[in-house]
């Protein structure tokens, strides 16, 4: 496959900012790229067009794979796989997100609320850390409550609510004045 200028552009840029958000630069460039074209490729097409070598492309799908932001697809009279990125844009965010969510948001929310009830009983934690813990806690719960509040809601809601945006805050009472 070959690719225009801006499809490069895009396929460069998305790596460099997958490597910004902690993921590999070939993991988001083979992304960038399955999401561009429109129809599925092979491995070995994939590592010619991005001109990678084949078992960095097969080590980066298996990756995108456990993303669930790929999907193997088979062609008649093909044997091989070939892959195909979730089209929709909504459904990749929400795919991206609750990956993060498992991967880093969870583990982290577990190991917090385990430091709290630690620091309640062992009573050398300073009242003021504690409290800032708790509070900490919180507010991560109340993340993650609305987090699964919003991903409850049907796909055309949650676009609504996006187009929305900051919009919906004249509905809204406005900040406290100190």
């Not at 993991?27 to 599925?40: C, D, E, F, S």
């Not at 982290?108 to 009830?117: F, I, K, N, R």
């Amino acid at each position: 496959m070959t690719l225009t200028d801006a499809e490069q552009a895009f396929v460069v840029h998305w790596g460099e900012m997958g490597s910004r958000w902690g993921v590999n630069r070939s993991v988001a460039q083979i992304h960038a790229l399955l999401h561009l074209a429109g129809k599925p490729m092979t491995a070995e097409e994939i590592a010619e067009t991005l001109t990678m070598a084949r078992s960095n492309v097969s080590t980066s799908l298996r990756e995108l794979q456990t993303w669930r932001l790929i999907e193997t697809t088979n062609v008649l009279g093909d044997r091989r796989d070939h892959f195909t990125a979730v089209a929709d844009g909504l459904e990749m965010a929400k795919r991206i997100v609750e990956g993060r969510r498992q991967r880093e948001f969870l583990p982290t929310l577990s190991a917090l609320s385990t430091m709290v009830e630690t620091a309640k009983a062992d009573g050398a934690t300073p009242r003021q850390s504690v409290e800032r813990m708790e509070s900490t806690l919180d507010l991560m719960r109340q993340a993650d409550a609305w987090y699964r509040e919003m991903s409850a809601l049907s796909p055309k809601v949650q676009s609504g609510l996006l187009r929305m945006g900051a919009r919906i805050a004249k509905f809204l009472p406005t900040r406290d004045k100190e």
